[in-house]
Structure formats: structure tokens, C-alpha cells
């Protein structure tokens, strides 16, 4: 479980969770290129993201098929997926970003919740948990 205590102890731009890292683009092109179905969530360690991150940590032995990452945003790496987004604004963190098959099929801003998670999870990856 993600703490917010990590943001005022840690560096700000290092993200800690238990989710594979993204650090370079080409990690990134990596991951959406050697796996089926994935999510990519960008963000800080902040209010905003922290619980996203939480969710998705859970999510992971619930949607088996699915690889989960995380990605600094403060990393200038990570242009790599925010220039693919059409609109983003960092107002909205994090930026979710959902692949099939190296595609980006979906973008989601700013902090969801677990229900507005798996209804975006279940509609792209054609999967049936409920949560």
C-alpha cells in the first residue's frame, strides 16, 4: 500500500509503489510492445495519484492479463505518453493510459476511482471483474 508519508519523505519525482517502473522511453515502448494489455499510470507521488496507484496495486491479482506500470511525470521521459494524449493537462494527474495489442485505446485524467477504473478495465480489455 502507497503512503502519502513516502511524498514528504522521499524525493518528489520518484514514484514508490509495487508496480513495474517505466524510466526511459525506451522502457515504454518496451512494455506496450512485449505485452498484450497494459496500463500505464503517470503521475507523482501525490494526493491526486496516490490512490490510483493503491487501486491498481489491487487490481493486479484481479486482472491477471493485465501488466500495470507506472511512469514519473516529472521524468522527461514521459513525454513519450504525454504526447500521445490529445489534450493533457498536468492540472489533471495522473494520466492513465490504456494498450492493447501497442495501441493506446484510452486515456483517463486525473484520479478515478476503483468503479471508474474496472468500467474503463472491463470496456478495453474485454474483461468481467467486478470489484
Known sequence: MVSLLCHFKCKIAML???????????????????????????????????????????FESKYKKVNFYDMELDNPESDVLKNV???YDIQNMPLIGYFRNGNLIEVSLG????????IVLNKVFGATVNV
Open 16 to 58: 514508490y509503489t509495487n508496480l513495474k517502473h517505466i524510466e526511459t522511453a525506451s522502457d515504454y515502448a518496451k512494455a506496450i510492445e512485449n505485452n498484450v494489455n497494459v496500463v500505464i499510470i503517470c503521475g507523482r507521488m501525490d494526493i491526486s495519484c496516490i490512490p490510483v496507484f493503491n487501486i491498481v496495486e489491487e
Open 111 to 118: 484520479c478515478q476511482t476503483k468503479q471508474q477504473m474496472s
Open 85 to 87: 494524449v490529445e489534450y
